[in-house]
């Protein structure tokens, strides 16, 4: 059996390398076009399709985990994953670029899978810390991710990228292959082919209308009939999923107060997160004389990159606090910090330093608050649900980022102003994006406060030595 502390460290590395995969096409996004030879809206698919294939893959490789091996569906994705990043390579048109985004956005589901090997085989001594880990690889990847893509894009072919992309998931899926042990935790059922196909039908409709609204208009017709669409199919698909035995994911377990209450805190999490990072870069990156700071790709990534940092180095100090006080209280120490520092960010001043500290205070709440998300789910879920359960949680925050995604966006542009023939937003525009991500942060700590205490805890394999 290989050590808990290599097991830890081959899914974290895993899920760090599926997560850069999210931010390693954003510093050419404004240059596809020219380079594909095609229109910028078409283009945008390339970024697109990652964010709704990840999304629709978490719950449901969280379930075929749950019932075929969560190591074996781990390999299968990581191999997705390097194929999708082979075929970006190799591309030369927009469609075959889009074709491989799509697959490397099946890397995702590595990390709720991870979370659950987790339980599987360690021992509940080292649980909180692994936990606490692998959980926030979700957005240390793209924090550590972007400096190295505008790093790789300023001194090479936008191709080399995606060779590097692709490295990483070979690694990965060896380092899994040798090190991971084989599942032997299993929940027997049948594939619910019509669940998944309703689910990846609903999700894909509101994403869809979410990440594009502000391209095609929030009152068109393509816009409104997605949202309205995605809903319907999920609301119908909710029926479907109550009243099958072998469902793809147990809406009555999901009902349950602490995993739903832990599920819509994820979302206001997601979305406090994602406001500083889509404000952030572009303040960093705007002229001085409109209120920037003038700062390049690489420097203004560069500054952002401590708050990767700082998640990762919150890791072993969430698990120490998960094992004396329970996740509840770690989950909303996260929010409350995360709220606090962005009403810091609404009251004062923000020089490029302070962006910086911000932006570390915000990445140590993420850190404390992603730490507890999976343990507050485990603890109320059986054992056997656990992969499906976390994919759940997962999509939960990748709706989160969606959702701000698009709301900061289109906040930034209602507040652009014309400067010299380019639109560019302004001081208010970024103001009230932190004022949103104040709002979120507030949301997802009163509903973390609301969360009913679990009782007893999360169980790691007890055959383990803690030493």
């Known amino acids: 059996m290989p050590s808990?502390?290599?097991?830890?460290?081959?899914?974290?590395?895993?899920?760090?390398?599926?997560?850069?995969?999210?931010?390693?096409?954003?510093?050419?996004?404004?240059?596809?076009?020219?380079?594909?030879?095609?229109?910028?809206e078409d283009t945008a698919w390339a970024v697109t399709?990652?964010?709704?294939?990840?999304?629709?893959?978490?719950?449901?490789?969280?379930?075929?985990?749950?019932?075929?091996?969560?190591?074996?569906?781990?390999?299968?994705?990581?191999?997705?994953?390097?194929?999708?990043?082979?075929?970006a390579a190799l591309s030369t048109t927009v469609t075959s670029l889009i074709i491989?985004?799509?697959?490397?956005?099946?890397?995702?589901?590595?990390?709720?899978?991870?979370?659950?090997?987790?339980?599987?085989?360690?021992?509940k001594e080292r649980l909180g810390s692994a936990i606490a880990l692998v959980s926030a690889t979700l957005g240390v990847g793209g924090a550590l991710g972007l400096p190295l893509s505008a790093f790789v894009t300023e001194h090479f072919d936008w191709h080399v990228l995606f060779w590097v992309a692709a490295a990483l998931g070979t690694v990965c899926f060896a380092l899994v292959l040798l090190v991971i042990p084989v599942s032997t935790l299993r929940n027997p059922g049948r594939i619910d082919y019509v669940g998944s196909v309703g689910l990846a039908v609903g999700l894909a409709g509101v994403l869809l209308g979410i990440s594009r609204g502000n391209e095609w208009g929030w009152t068109s017709i393509p816009t409104i009939g997605l949202l309205a669409g995605g809903v319907i199919v999920l609301l119908v698909w909710g029926g479907y999923e109550l009243r099958i035995p072998s469902p793809l994911v147990d809406l009555r377990v999901s009902a349950r107060g602490p995993v739903l209450l832990t599920n819509l805190a994820s979302v206001a999490m997601g979305f406090a997160l994602f406001s500083s990072n889509i404000a952030f870069?572009?303040?960093?990156?705007?002229?001085?004389?409109?209120?920037?700071?003038?700062?390049?790709?690489?420097?203004?990534?560069?500054?952002?990159?401590?708050?990767?940092?700082?998640?990762?180095?919150?890791?072993?100090?969430?698990?120490?606090?998960?094992?004396?006080?329970?996740?509840?209280?770690?989950?909303?120490?996260?929010?409350?910090?995360?709220?606090?520092?962005?009403l810091a960010a609404v009251l004062l001043p923000l020089p490029a330093w302070g962006i910086l500290v911000i932006n570390v205070f915000v990445g140590i709440g993420i850190g404390l608050g992603y730490a507890a998300m999976p343990t507050l789910i485990m603890r109320a879920v059986p054992a056997a649900e656990t992969g499906a359960a976390n994919g759940l949680n997962t999509l939960m925050r990748s709706l989160g980022t969606a959702v701000a995604a698009a709301a900061i966006a289109a906040v930034l542009a209602q507040s652009a102003v014309d400067v010299d023939g380019v639109s560019l937003p302004t001081a208010d525009g970024f103001q009230l994006a932190l004022i949103l991500g104040l709002a979120a942060a507030v949301v997802c700590t009163v509903l973390a406060l609301l969360i009913p205490q679990p009782r007893g805890?999360?169980?790691g394999r007890p055959s383990l030595p803690a030493d």
Do not use: W
């Not at 808990?4 to 996004?29: D, E, H, N």
């Not at 019932?67 to 569906?73: A, E």
């Not at 697959?103 to 085989?121: E, F, K």
């Open 457 to 459: 805890g999360v169980e």
């Open 100 to 123: 491989g985004r799509g697959l490397q956005g099946l890397g995702m589901g590595v990390i709720p899978l991870g979370i659950s090997i987790l339980r599987d085989t360690l021992h």
């Open 4 to 40: 808990p502390g290599l097991v830890t460290a081959v899914l974290a590395f895993a899920g760090m390398s599926a997560s850069f995969m999210q931010t390693i096409l954003i510093p050419i996004q404004g240059e596809l076009p020219e380079l594909l030879g095609a229109s910028r």
């Open 49 to 87: 399709i990652t964010l709704l294939v990840s999304a629709i893959c978490t719950p449901i490789s969280g379930r075929l985990g749950d019932m075929f091996g969560k190591r074996r569906v781990a390999l299968v994705l990581l191999a997705a994953l390097v194929a999708g990043a082979v075929t």
């Open 281 to 342: 870069p572009q303040l960093l990156e705007l002229p001085e004389e409109v209120g920037g700071f003038g700062l390049g790709l690489l420097p203004a990534s560069l500054m952002l990159m401590p708050s990767g940092l700082a998640m990762l180095a919150m890791s072993p100090i969430a698990g120490r606090i998960e094992r004396r006080s329970g996740p509840k209280p770690l989950f909303v120490a996260g929010a409350a910090i995360i709220a606090a520092t962005y």
